[in-house]
Structures are given as C-alpha cells and as structure tokens.
C-alpha cells in the first residue's frame, strides 16, 4: 500500500481545516470508547466542512489484533480511511508476561520496546507512511497502543494526542514519556484525566491543552418503548452497552442484577454490543450488537443506564444516557465517572455489587427522581459537550501548537 497525502490547502485557514487521525482500529462495527470517540469526531468536523482522513489499520479483534477490513483506502461517508495491513498478531500470554515484566523489572531491564510491539498492532508500514506524509495537524488516539506511541514522533507537525488515559501501569512507562514529550498538544476527555497524566508525566504541563473531546447529538425521534416491545421487556430495566475487557465491572453488574431480581422480580438488565453477547440468566436480556438507532431506544428507555467499569478517560455512554434524559449508575472506583456525575448531578456511584444493587433499586421505585437527575445530566451536557465547542477547542489547541516565534517542540524526534 503506497501512502500519499494531498496536496495542502493555499491558505493558513485550509491548512487549519484538515485533520489526520490515527487510531488502532476503525469503523462503524468498531467497539471501543476511544475509537468511537475519535469516529465521531470525524464525521462531526466533516460535517463542519474539514477535510478529514483516518489512518488505521487492518485489525478488528482488540485482543489479538486478528484482521477483518482490508488494507487500502476505503470511505467512511466523507472520511478517507487508509488501513495499513498488521503483520503480527498479538500473544495473550506472551503480552500478559511482557506485561509483567514491564511493570515490575527495573528500568533498564523492561524491554519496553518490546513490549510496545507485542501490544501492537504492528503495522510498521503506518509508522513508515506518517515519516513521508505532508505536515497537516495529526490527531492520535488512544495512548496506549503502537500507532501511538511510534507514530506520534514519527509524524510531522503539528501532533495533537487525545490520550484516553486511566490510571493503570502502562501509563508510567519510558515509551509513553517519549509519545507524550514528542506531543505539541494535548486534549484530554476530562479534568481528571489531565491531572492523571501530569501527575505521570509533570513535563508535559508546560504544553498546551483542552478539555472536551467529544459532542453528543442525541436523536429526537425516539420512542423510550418501542425497545421494550420489541423484545419482549415487561418490566424497567437497567442498561449497559459496551465491552466485556478487563475494567469493565461485568461481574459486579451481574451480581448487582441478581440482588436487585431477587428484591423487584420485574425488573431486569439488558446487555448491548459486546457484553451482549453474553448468556447468563433469566433477568439478564443479551441483545446482542445494535444498530444506532436501536441502541438510542434501549438508552431512552432504561429506567438507569450503568457503567461499572473503574477504567474510564470517559464515558461516552453516560453522556448519551443524559442526552436523552435518563439517570447514570456509576462506578465510583473511576475518577472520571466520580467527576462527571457530581458535575452533572445526573448520577450516583457505588461501590460494589450490593450498593449499585440499592441505588437502582431507589430509582427503579421512584421514577420522579429518576427523572430529576436524567435532566439535569441532559442540562450540563447540552451546556458542556457540543460539536460546535468540540471545534472551538480543536482550533485553540491548533492555534497554540503551531510553530512561530522561534517554537521548538518539547522533544527532538531523533531522540526518541
């Protein structure tokens, strides 16, 4: 696959309307907060007449980084997708050592480079391809992953990172240093995700960043019953749509629904997209993965949505829950979700299986409550994360990584 980038626009302004994203993975079937996040961006600045490409590659399967698009360029509605092919899958237990040993080893003992491709996806032809391509504004997302980590000081200026970062061990390591020193701009999903980074990486606090990635367009022509209908619900439910990766609270969830059965036996809880794919008991609704549309009914219609995950940069399913006026349960084990829901006050964490269990149960009884809180969380996100301040932040953030008046970057590439 040959790379190639437009010729760039005759003016500063059109050059400032053009944005490269680099993510591990894309595409509409692609389950995953970051990549949905930076998806939605795309199309969001496209819509807003940015020339926008994504550059990814070829894996679909997080956990090995098993192929399922093909390599080329393709569209996404008005994006160009340019998927570079992965030539190494990932070794579960090879990486679960790697891990380890990354972690634990001293410095000069960790192999961190290793450990980086292991993680992959490896696709040395993308890393290749950022070395060649025209400065335009490159945007990458998340952190964590070798896209990241060795595009970022391989691509031209200016580099915007959108960490997606949560507190995990990873997040220290010397190869993440060197991404995150290479970055001319940082934009973080929240103000606990920045304090979580900069307190990792204190140097970074002298380049500049936003907080506010994502906007939430919620559909207006949503009926809260038709998912109930449709498959059969009698009773309120709980929802939770989204992955079943290490983090993800599955278990207190399902222990929680158990407890709240045995207590309200009419109500249950519906499991979407990943997680839906899971066969558990008789108060658990797997729906397997819904279309967009779908899946707005099933959020509309929950007498509380849930995220029980503690590993959140954020959680783009609370937002849509308040977009559509709907209370969030949320784990209070994740800064991040402690954060959004005393700003919102459209939520209420717990900790444990048993207090998410009490707190659904109040909400399930009181629905006038649960509608108090669904507005207030629809109130601060109308205020709080729309498209139009999403652009507003990008351009800032554009602004104050360009190069002028004798700018350097905080860290030379051939370091690195």
Not at 71 to 100: A, K
Not at 171 to 191: E, G, I, K, N, Y
């Amino acid at each position: 696959m040959t790379s190639h980038d437009d010729t760039a626009g005759s003016s500063d302004q059109r050059r400032q309307d053009r944005l490269r994203i680099v993510v591990p993975r894309y595409g509409s079937s692609v389950v995953g907060g970051a990549e949905s996040a930076m998806r939605q961006l795309g199309l969001a600045l496209a819509a807003r007449s940015w020339s926008v490409q994504v550059w990814t590659t070829t894996a679909a399967d997080e956990a090995t980084w098993t192929s399922g698009f093909p390599s080329g360029v393709e569209r996404d509605g008005p994006i160009e997708v340019r998927r570079f092919p992965v030539l190494m899958r990932r070794h579960p237990w090879v990486f679960r050592q790697l891990s380890h040993a990354a972690y634990h080893l001293p410095r000069h003992l960790r192999a961190e480079h290793l450990w980086s491709v292991e993680q992959g996806p490896w696709a040395p032809g993308l890393i290749r391809a950022l070395r060649r391509a025209d400065p335009i504004p490159t945007l990458f997302s998340p952190y964590l992953f070798h896209p990241t980590l060795f595009g970022l000081p391989a691509a031209p200026h200016p580099r915007i990172l959108c960490p997606a970062a949560h507190d995990e061990p990873a997040l220290r390591l010397d190869v993440v240093r060197r991404a995150v020193l290479a970055t001319d701009a940082l934009w973080f999903h929240s103000p606990e995700e920045r304090e979580l980074l900069l307190a990792a990486h204190p140097a970074a606090g002298r380049l500049p960043s936003e907080c506010g990635v994502v906007g939430i367009e919620a559909p207006r022509d949503v009926d809260p019953h038709a998912f109930t209908v449709r498959h059969g619900i009698a009773g309120p439910y709980l929802y939770y749509g989204g992955r079943t990766t290490r983090g993800k609270g599955l278990a207190d969830l399902l222990a929680a629904a158990e407890l709240l059965h045995s207590h309200h036996p009419s109500t249950t809880l519906v499991l979407s997209g990943e997680a839906g794919d899971l066969r558990q008991a008789p108060w658990v609704h797997s729906v397997g993965r819904l279309d967009e549309h779908e899946r707005w009914e099933a959020i509309a219609g929950a007498a509380a949505v849930v995220v029980p995950g503690s590993l959140e940069s954020l959680s783009l399913l609370a937002l849509e829950a308040w977009a559509m006026g709907r209370p969030c349960l949320l784990n209070a084990a994740s800064p991040v979700l402690a954060g959004q829901s005393a700003r919102s006050g459209g939520g209420v964490t717990f900790a444990g299986a048993e207090e998410l269990a009490t707190h659904a149960a109040r909400l399930v009884a009181d629905p006038g409550l649960a509608a108090t809180m669904g507005a207030a969380g629809r109130a601060w996100v109308a205020a709080t994360y729309g498209w139009d301040l999403a652009e507003t932040r990008l351009r800032a953030l554009l602004a104050a990584a360009t190069p002028k008046n004798g700018w350097v970057p905080l860290a030379d590439d051939r370091r690195l």
